[in-house]
């Protein structure tokens, strides 16, 4: 259930070359993950524990896919059966990619174009059921070496604390918009 007001935190960032204990843990015993996702899931987005989990959870989640380790991500905190999109507004607008592999060979697709690629959260908004996540974006392409920059989001839509459905935009306005909140 959906605390009636959603609550904004900003991000602190920071690569990590290698898995953390805890993210050891949860690679090895999955179900742990889940069941405390699940608990979390419960807890109103105003609870300064959930905001700090989440907000871990975010950032450990994108310094895993920096250091290609997407497939713990998935395991840990995706639905076997996730409903990924393409980006509105994007090269992948209109794709719909379900399940680990398909989202998997989409990122592979993805990263066969950036010769790097450097995505950094900024900043999360819960709602209860859906996180925001905005995101600062550099990426070089492989054959122009032309360098992107870019500010886009991404809605997560959550189920028992394990994301459901993955919405992304180019323009953070129009994420809001589609959350359900305007700016």
Avoid: C
Wanted: hydrophobic fraction near 40%.
């Amino acid at each position: 259930m959906a605390d009636p007001t959603p609550v904004r935190q900003k991000i602190r960032f920071r690569d990590r070359p290698h898995r953390s204990l805890d993210e050891r843990i949860t690679a090895r015993f999955p179900a742990i993950a889940r069941y405390t996702a699940a608990r979390v899931a419960r807890m109103p987005p105003s609870s300064r524990l959930r905001q700090r989990l989440l907000a871990r959870s975010v950032s450990r989640g994108f310094a895993a896919i920096k250091r290609g380790d997407l497939e713990f991500v998935l395991t840990a905190f995706y639905d076997p059966d996730v409903e990924w999109h393409g980006t509105v507004g994007g090269l992948d607008e209109g794709s719909l990619r379900r399940g680990h592999q398909e989202v998997m060979r989409g990122f592979d697709d993805y990263f066969a174009v950036w010769e790097r690629l450097d995505l950094r959260p900024e900043e999360i908004i819960d709602t209860g059921d859906q996180l925001i996540v905005f995101v600062h974006e550099v990426a070089r392409g492989r054959e122009s070496g032309i360098v992107v920059e870019t500010d886009t989001a991404t809605i997560s839509t959550f189920r028992e604390g394990i994301v459901v459905r993955v919405r992304s935009f180019m323009d953070r306005s129009q994420a809001l918009k589609a959350a359900g909140l305007w700016e």
